[in-house]
């Protein structure tokens, strides 16, 4: 698999392949493509507390399941729309957000209108070894790249 990224001298995930290539040994590697899975959505409430309570009925989820919200009004201070969260498990019915996964949960404030959807993100894994991780580009008028082979060493896994 080639990918070719846009170089971000501060970017964890770049500067973590890079040291990936150094080592020549095998890493999991997370592909967050955006992609949702729609088929497991609901919409939610979300209360205005010190942490933020959100209530899905039997949601099934588990701590660190990464979601996003929509809302066709306002969320509360605290949550963005479109944003991945992850899930802080509380109980069969609710859980709050935190912005990292195993993070402190998310205080909400101010107010909120309309009606709030939390669908859950769908992650893809595998393991792969860095083949090379080059830096290319950055003449005149082009963009500094980072040129970056893997050598699949796994079948594609999806959670969630």
């Not at 979300?46 to 996003?68: C, E, M, S, Y």
């Not at 939390?118 to 090379?132: D, E, G, M, T």
Request: proline share 3%.
């Amino acid at each position: 698999m080639q990918n070719v990224f846009a170089k971000q001298d501060l970017d964890p995930g770049q500067i973590a392949l890079i040291a990936a290539e150094k080592s020549r040994s095998n890493y999991a590697f997370r592909i967050d493509m955006g992609d949702t899975d729609t088929a497991v959505q609901s919409t939610v409430t979300i209360t205005i507390a010190a942490p933020g309570v959100v209530t899905w009925t039997n949601h099934g989820l588990q701590d660190g399941t990464p979601l996003k919200l929509q809302t066709t009004g306002a969320l509360p201070t605290g949550l963005t729309a479109g944003v991945i969260y992850y899930v802080k498990y509380v109980n069969a019915n609710t859980f709050n957000l935190a912005a990292t996964p195993g993070g402190t949960a998310i205080t909400t404030t101010g107010s909120q209108s309309g009606t709030h959807t939390a669908i859950k993100i769908a992650q893809r894994f595998f393991i792969a070894l860095v083949a090379s991780a080059q830096e290319a580009g950055g003449q005149a008028n082009t963009i500094r790249n980072l040129n970056a082979t893997l050598e699949i060493n796994s079948n594609i896994v999806g959670l969630g």
